[in-house]
């Protein structure tokens, strides 16, 4: 299929949030019905998941003429296998990180009452990733995606916050140095996972969430055992509510292959960015569950007030992410004599440049570009490209709408 | 398998025309348009040299294309 990539980026990460929001919603009524100790239902969720995730699993291996069923959610999919050698570290990270980010969750909601105004300062988790794009990628983040993330990031904040909740130094330093920076191994750790090519072509998110699963649950019973024994047998006890913890599971699974999916597409600071319209699906989702648990949208004015305003801030982020990419082609001729393996490494070089290629033709070398403004990347990238010797011509091709092979 | 960025100049006024005849064809990773020396750039990913030549061809048959320029990557970093 040869669609408009940023299109399908954003259709995958909003229809993510869309599905995750039902399923926060499923797992509020669970919880306030229910009244089940969190430690316990959190292994006894992961373990129905990995049910469910399985049965899930194997109805999209079914073929469906020369494609797998599931080659409709993910064309990269083919059918359930076993992870590669290659992938089995970022699993263990990508578990690690998701166990890690899962305890903490629960340990948070376990020890106060109305949590939601700690649990709001998880937004920042954009940020986390930003920092680390920044750091770790060559394809780093542009001063727009800087400012449209701290506008996502407030705003996902403001929607979420809640004036019951309480407010306090050891909620925040778990959030902040525990539950942020897990999140943020998992999603890079997803991420690597899926642009990696397996047998010469690009993984599969069906596979990726069912080995985070059962990466996940035996980290995640490793810490639920220490921390209380009592409870990790208990969670056997609770699978007695399969049906709900399957309904929930099964359809947080739609949400993670979509989610890792548009992963692969875009990257993770603007994926967990887009993911912020979670919290305003959740709003029609949780009106219609408070006809049947006792949960409420919002409790004053000023919190609706200050709810949309959050919501406004994170759709106008959102649209100026999707708005301020601007990309372009060089094509460059080297002086005759210049070793073109020198010239490829110093073109890879430059930030901005997202590919480089060696070219038998008119020209020597065909690289990629992206930036924030076509005035400012073209200055920047000019100035880079004058102080390389061995070009003796290069050519700028603004690019103006694109599609690709996804 | 081969790679080979194409670049295309289509006439005046048939360039949706031609964007529309690209989109159906075979064994292409992406089309941009763009501004500049050139109006189309088409990568194209296929098995043979033959595959190639079949795919420049059934380029250089829509009507609108004045002129082509085939690039064949040799050696590729993506990010």
Redesign the interface.
């Known amino acids: 299929m040869r669609i408009r990539k940023k299109y399908l980026f954003y259709v995958l990460a909003i229809l993510s949030s869309l599905i995750g929001a039902g399923v926060t919603v499923i797992d509020t009524y669970i919880s306030v019905k229910y009244e089940l100790n969190p430690w316990s239902l959190c292994l006894a969720i992961f373990i129905a998941g990995i049910l469910i995730t399985f049965l899930l699993c194997l109805i999209l291996s079914i073929p469906v003429g020369k494609k797998s069923l599931g080659a409709r959610i993910d064309p990269s999919f083919k059918r359930l296998r076993l992870p590669k050698k290659e992938e089995i570290k970022f699993h263990l990270m990508a578990g690690i990180g998701n166990a890690v980010a899962t305890v903490a969750y629960f340990f948070i909601i376990s020890i106060y009452r109305e949590p939601s105004a700690i649990l709001s300062f998880f937004e920042v988790v954009i940020l986390y990733l930003l920092l680390m794009e920044s750091i770790a990628e060559k394809n780093a983040p542009t001063l727009a995606e800087v400012q449209s993330s701290i506008v996502v990031t407030f705003g996902a904040i403001m929607a979420s916050f809640s004036f019951q909740g309480e407010i306090n130094l050891l909620g925040l330093l778990i959030v902040f140095f525990v539950l942020n920076p897990a999140w943020v191994v998992f999603s890079i750790y997803q991420r690597k996972l899926k642009i990696m090519k397996i047998d010469g072509r690009h993984n599969d998110a069906i596979n990726i969430r069912f080995w985070n699963l059962i990466f996940t649950t035996f980290f995640t019973a490793i810490l639920v055992y220490f921390i209380d024994r009592r409870n990790f047998f208990n969670a056997f006890d609770m699978l007695k509510h399969w049906n709900l913890f399957f309904l929930s599971m099964g359809i947080t699974f739609f949400s993670y292959v979509l989610y890792i999916r548009a992963l692969g597409l875009g990257k993770a600071s603007v994926t967990q960015a887009v993911k912020a319209f979670t919290i305003i699906f959740a709003i029609p989702f949780s009106i219609l569950a408070s006809n049947f648990v006792p949960i409420s949208f919002y409790e004053s004015v000023p919190q609706l007030v200050l709810k949309i305003m959050g919501i406004i801030l994170v759709i106008v982020g959102v649209i100026s992410f999707a708005l301020t990419e601007v990309k372009a082609y060089i094509f460059i001729k080297a002086k005759t004599g210049y070793p073109i393996n020198e010239l490829l490494t110093n073109l890879w070089n430059i930030k901005g440049v997202t590919s480089v290629a060696v070219v038998a033709g008119r020209y020597d070398l065909i690289a990629k570009a992206r930036m924030r403004t076509l005035g400012k990347g073209y200055e920047r990238i000019i100035r880079e490209l004058e102080k390389i010797k061995g070009i003796e011509y290069f050519g700028w091709e603004a690019i103006l709408k694109e599609w690709e092979e996804v | 398998m081969i790679?080979?960025?194409i670049l295309i100049i289509t006439y005046v006024g048939n360039l949706k025309a031609v964007l529309e005849e690209m989109?159906k064809l075979e064994n292409?990773?992406?089309?941009?348009?763009?501004?500049?020396?050139?109006d189309i750039?088409v990568k194209a990913?296929v098995d043979t040299p033959e595959d190639l030549m079949e795919l420049t061809d059934k380029i250089h048959a829509i009507k609108g294309v004045k002129r082509t320029?085939?690039?064949?990557?040799?050696?590729?970093?993506?990010?």
């Open positions: 790679k080979a960025y989109r292409i990773e992406s089309i941009a348009v763009v501004a500049g020396d050139y750039i990913k320029n085939t690039q064949v990557i040799e050696k590729e970093i993506e990010a």
